[in-house]
């Protein structure tokens, strides 16, 4: 009888050979923080403080409101959130992101302006596959979130990092931008209040973003997950208080604010007044992106 191993695995024509795949992973927060877990010795006593990662609800000083979690308890056992929702989201959802976004902006977005997301991770994933056109790149910050050219690389969309400037508090490098960007440039991020520098930028540092991009043609995507965690002198402002100036995709979730990053909601919202992203077709992709991706929890949706 012939050794079943090798004569059998030769007739075998698959493996996980995208390398995409392997180099967007391997540079995952989660990832690294799965590497160095894996490295410590576990037989040492001592608790390990996980400083890798943003999840308020992993210490008990942190907890969701009885509000919310009642009001989940409630749409799960009512029976009535158990089907599918459209591809954009619950309407009920897309209406109060609408309307807590409207709360600080010079004027009002509508449910037609937002679509819902599985988290704000998921919210990342849709803008970089809706943005990969062949050619296409992005202007990402240093330091930054990785899940940003994660996945870039993964849908093949070419990125391209602007630094951050830590004797400027670390406010972006405008002329950097400006000097990094072409004709095939077709989004700059932002993530404010900022992971991981932990800055919060002023009215004029972001109206100066906003000319930047009006300057080059591009549109922002403005990264506020962790909107109104700002501890010091500056207020947080919202990027899409300038989205007469140039397009802002503002994307956001509940998971920092409200302590819940496990019910995985998020959104994407064109904060733009002028429906630029609306005439570009933008806010149609991401709703055609969202159709063949997962979907966030329905009765997540109508609770929040």
């Keep these: 009888m012939e050794n079943g191993g090798e004569a ?47 999840d308020p609800s992993a210490f ?3 907890r969701a409101a009885p509000a919310a979690v009642d009001a989940l308890a409630a749409a799960a056992l009512s029976g009535k959130h158990n089907s599918y929702a459209r591809a954009a989201g619950v309407e009920e959802a897309r209406s109060a992101v609408a309307a807590h976004l409207s709360r600080e902006l010079p004027y009002e977005i509508t449910a ?8 704000c991770n998921h919210a990342i994933e849709v803008m970089m596959a ?3 056109a062949p050619g296409a790149n992005v202007l990402l910050p240093r330091p930054g979130y990785p899940m940003y050219e994660s996945r870039a690389a993964l849908c093949g969309l070419e990125f391209r990092h602007f630094d951050l400037l830590p004797d400027k508090s670390w406010e972006v490098d405008l002329d950097g931008v400006e000097a990094l960007a072409d004709d095939n440039t077709v989004a700059m991020v932002i993530v404010n209040p900022n992971n991981p520098c932990g800055c919060v930028y002023s009215y004029d540092h972001l109206a100066k ?27 947080f402002v919202p990027m899409g208080v ?50 063949i991706s997962v979907d966030p929890v329905t009765f997540v949706q109508v609770s929040s």
């Design 8 to 54: 059998a695995a030769a007739k075998w024509r698959f493996g996980a050979a995208n390398p995409a795949l392997h180099a967007a992973s391997s540079q995952s927060l989660r990832s690294i923080v799965t590497r160095l877990y894996d490295t410590l010795d576990h037989t040492d006593p001592r608790p390990v403080a996980p400083l890798g990662h943003g």
């Design 130 to 132: 809706v943005l990969a």
């Design 112 to 119: 037609g302006d937002v679509v819902m997301t599985a988290g």
């Design 60 to 62: 008990a000083c942190f």
């Design 209 to 235: 973003i906003a000319e930047t991009a009006r300057k080059l043609g591009i549109l922002v995507i403005s990264d506020e997950v962790y909107d109104h965690c700002a501890f010091g002198s500056k207020p």
């Design 242 to 291: 300038f989205g007469g100036t140039a397009p802002v995709v503002t994307m956001g979730g509940i998971s920092k604010r409200w302590m819940v990053p496990g019910w995985r909601l998020g959104w994407i919202a064109a904060t733009d007044p002028n429906g630029i992203l609306r005439d570009k077709k933008i806010i149609e992709s991401v709703i055609g992106y969202r159709a």
